[in-house]
């Protein structure tokens, strides 16, 4: 069904949905004409768990739900204007959750094949969008670690076994490979030419750490990044009572805070002698300006990489409350 609502109400409701923030008008009217209205009556499936991710949606009236197999319980509640299914279409994932009309609802739905027409036209859009669902998975992502943070304090307090922090680790045989090899098969920057990564590595400083020193402290501005080459690092809440991660090479550190313009939400430390490359925001931005195609394959990496903490995370919170559950028995 063609669009019934008037376009010009349409697009300024959707330039205010975090998820299209910075849209021009001309972008999200483009946008807005390509979108498809369907209307959903209660009890309707929109989105089936374990299908392929192959079409999002804007929800402009009513309600939905979201629920996994094999349990009834509400995961969340999708109200007006929220965005339905963006991950999977753009991450190119199966759907994690089935989603349900709570009652008669209407969307905006959007297929691959239109937003791929549209991409094709304005790539900026296409990394705008990226980087919008960077911002709003890490904020996902700060909420769950201070969830992590309290289950752990409590957990400590009761005496109950506390789930060890998670290791990020190197892919393996890197005596064999070159450098540019190495850091072209690290997830942050997976699909970029050797080209791309050369021109990385030369807007990088080398610089070194002993053990002990601080890398990053939480809540300072995130202004530079880290690719750790050797040694190994821990990640823990600023007074250091929760770990939350340790890091081995080859692996990227600070992305998130200075790729969205945020502060630190932990505290890096060296646990030994550590070399690694360090750039700025400042450098990386000169890159992006130079090679549009270089800023869109990194902000899709790290699209991924949050979703995988993501889940990371919520098995470690779905631990803690299983511990709770046992005690309150």
């Given at each position: ?60 009236s009513g309600s939905t739900r979201v629920i996994r197999s ?113 850091i072209k098969d690290v997830r942050f920057f997976r699909g ?138």
């Open positions: 069904m063609k669009l019934e609502l008037d376009s010009r109400v349409i697009t300024n409701i959707v330039r205010e949905v975090p998820f299209f923030h910075g849209l021009s008008v001309e972008q999200a009217q483009n946008l807005v004409k390509a979108g498809e209205q369907v209307n959903l009556k209660t009890d309707d499936v929109l989105i089936r768990e374990g299908q392929p991710g192959e079409e999002m949606y804007v929800l402009f094999g349990s009834d319980a509400v995961l969340a509640k999708v109200t007006p204007i929220g965005i339905i299914g963006e991950i999977a279409l753009l991450l190119r994932q199966p759907r994690t959750a089935t989603v349900i009309a709570d009652e008669p609802s209407m969307v905006l739905r959007f297929s691959r094949s239109v937003l791929n027409e549209i991409f094709s036209k304005d790539i900026k859009l296409q990394v705008l969008l990226f980087h919008n669902l960077c911002n709003i998975l890490c904020a996902k992502l700060i909420k769950n670690n201070i969830k992590i943070e309290e289950y752990s304090l409590q957990s400590r307090a009761q005496g109950l076994k506390v789930p060890p922090p998670v290791v990020y680790d190197a892919s393996a045989d890197v005596a064999h490979q070159t450098l540019v090899k190495i970029l030419t050797f080209h791309q990564v050369e021109k990385f590595i030369a807007g990088c400083e080398r610089v070194s750490v002993d053990g002990g020193e601080v890398l990053m402290k939480e809540g300072t501005s995130g202004q530079e990044m880290y690719l750790l080459l050797s040694g190994a690092v821990k990640v823990a809440s600023h007074d250091g009572s929760v770990s939350l991660a340790k890091i081995i090479p080859i692996r990227v550190i600070g992305e998130v805070a200075m790729m969205l313009i945020q502060t630190r939400t932990a505290t890096v430390t060296a646990e030994e002698f550590s070399q690694l490359f360090k750039i700025t925001r400042a450098q990386l931005l000169k890159l992006f300006a130079a090679d549009l195609s270089m800023e869109l394959q990194i902000y899709h990496n790290l699209c991924n990489i949050l979703c995988e903490k993501l889940l990371v995370n919520s098995i470690v919170i779905e631990e803690y409350s299983s511990c709770k559950r046992a005690l309150n028995h």
